[in-house]
């Protein structure tokens, strides 16, 4: 099994999170005596959100390639940016180490495909919704990417930077991003991308209601498949 590597703390809700996907997609696989080969390197989100607040896009890729050598110097073979907004500075990250750099949108975009969905709805920050980084790696795998209109999308933004990257989960901002999401699905999406890694505290991925793709998810499943993967 080779050692993942996360890269963690933005914020410290989503990583955790990573953690039991993982951990709980070894013992299935392996049995319950197995445990994942993990290295977790966390960042402290006050000083990350500073920079994403400030859009300090240099900044925060300094920072967070300096953490991927430290992620790989402690032994990982596979990296992990365990957020979705901070792909903004992927290929960065991925030019600071040798290990295996997997991208969430790969991840994703991936599922979609399989599932046979080709028209997707974006939920995530402002900057993951409204900069190209995330929508044009999408639509590189085929996907054609719809986002919400002004007015939902500064109700996500602010869900997430407000209270759920501090653990804060409100049935009434449950109701509000349910309305979102059904104004998306009027306009034909078919699945809805939850392109923020703290969004899964919110909305169930596994809702019969609409196709979702949970990141998080299917992010730390890709990474358990990397380092189950025969050489």
């Given at each position: 099994?080779r050692?993942?590597?996360?890269?963690g703390?933005?914020?410290?809700?989503s990583?955790?999170?990573?953690e039991?996907?993982?951990?709980?997609?070894?013992?299935?696989r392996?049995?319950?005596?197995?445990?994942?080969?993990?290295?977790?390197?966390?960042?402290?989100?006050?000083?990350?959100?500073?920079?994403?607040?400030?859009?300090?896009?240099?900044?925060?890729?300094?920072?967070l390639?300096?953490?991927a050598?430290?992620?790989?110097?402690?032994?990982?073979?596979?990296?992990?940016?365990?957020?979705?907004?901070?792909?903004?500075v992927?290929?960065?990250?991925?030019?600071?180490?040798s290990a295996?750099?997997?991208p969430?949108?790969?991840?994703?975009?991936?599922?979609?495909?399989?599932a046979?969905?080709?028209r997707?709805?974006?939920l995530?920050?402002?900057?993951?919704?409204?900069?190209?980084?995330?929508?044009?790696?999408?639509?590189?795998?085929?996907?054609?990417?719809?986002?919400?209109?002004?007015t939902?999308?500064?109700?996500?933004?602010?869900?997430?930077?407000?209270?759920?990257?501090?653990?804060?989960?409100?049935?009434?901002?449950?109701?509000?991003?349910?309305?979102?999401?059904?104004r998306?699905?009027?306009?034909?999406?078919e699945?809805?991308?939850?392109?923020?890694?703290?969004?899964?505290?919110l909305?169930?991925?596994?809702?019969?209601?609409?196709?979702?793709?949970p990141?998080?998810?299917?992010?730390?499943?890709?990474?358990v498949?990397?380092a189950?993967?025969?050489?």
């Open positions: 099994m050692r993942i590597g996360l890269i703390g933005m914020s410290i809700e990583s955790m999170a990573y039991r996907v993982i951990v709980a997609e070894v013992r299935h392996l049995g319950r005596d197995h445990s994942p080969r993990l290295v977790h390197w966390t960042l402290d989100w006050h000083e990350a959100s500073t920079l994403l607040v400030a859009e300090d896009w240099d900044g925060l890729a300094e920072v390639a300096d953490a050598r430290r992620t790989e110097a402690a032994g990982a073979e596979i990296v992990l940016l365990c957020t979705n907004t901070m792909h903004r992927a290929d960065r990250i991925a030019a600071a180490t295996r750099f997997l969430i949108a790969e991840a994703v975009a991936g599922a979609a495909v399989a046979g969905v080709r997707v709805g974006l995530g920050t402002r900057f993951t919704m409204e900069q190209e980084f995330y929508r044009d790696a999408l639509a590189a795998n085929g996907l054609d990417v719809v986002v919400p209109g002004a939902d999308r500064d109700t996500v933004h602010a869900v997430i930077m407000d209270e759920l990257v501090r653990g804060v989960v409100s049935p009434t901002s449950r109701q509000r991003y349910e309305g979102v999401v059904d998306l699905v009027d306009q034909g999406v699945g809805i991308v939850l392109g923020c890694t703290e969004i899964e505290l909305l169930d991925p596994d809702d019969p209601r609409w196709r979702l793709f990141t998080t998810r299917l992010h730390a499943m890709a990474a498949d990397a189950l993967a025969a050489s």
